[in-house]
């Protein structure tokens, strides 16, 4: 929205507004046909996998303030804390992508799916007060954040750019 207003080329047209793209800046993208994408076994075993971690994920996420209380936190401090969540799930979809330029997408993958799972083991073994809260709270965030772009990345290492959102989307 800011780009739009500071007027920069990636805004979309004006209605009315016909916008010309030189030769140079078009460019092929490649990657499987939705049609082709959609009838091989990674796609199928890549959707599991999502709806998996998914359902399991977003089940702790939207219960955090409740498993807070049940350990005798107070209803504010829950809520401040599991708000923790967002900060360190954006913190950890950043962390993610800069690592995943540098490293294999399977070990980020592992750690994006070990961090929630201590935090999980944390939260059933200590006692928590609002350090362990905070520590479990953020722990959960980067993992969540994490597995996020380590999903987009394989879906486009797997299958290409071309439709990637529709693929991604499915």
Known sequence: ITACFLGLRACPPS???RRVVPDADRVALHGM???RAVRSRSFWQIGLISFLIGAGLVS???HLVPMFRLKGLEPRTAALIAGMFGAAALAGRFVAG????RYS???IGVFSLLLPALA???YLTFPVGPGMGAAIAILFGLGVGAEGDVLGYITA????VRWFGTLFGI
């Open 105 to 107: 997408a399977k070990i």
């Open 33 to 35: 046909s939705i049609k």
């Open 120 to 122: 999980c083991l944390l």
């Open 60 to 62: 702790l996420q939207v």
């Open 157 to 160: 290492k797997f299958f290409g």
């Open 15 to 17: 209605p009315g507004e």
């Open 98 to 101: 800069a690592f995943l330029d």
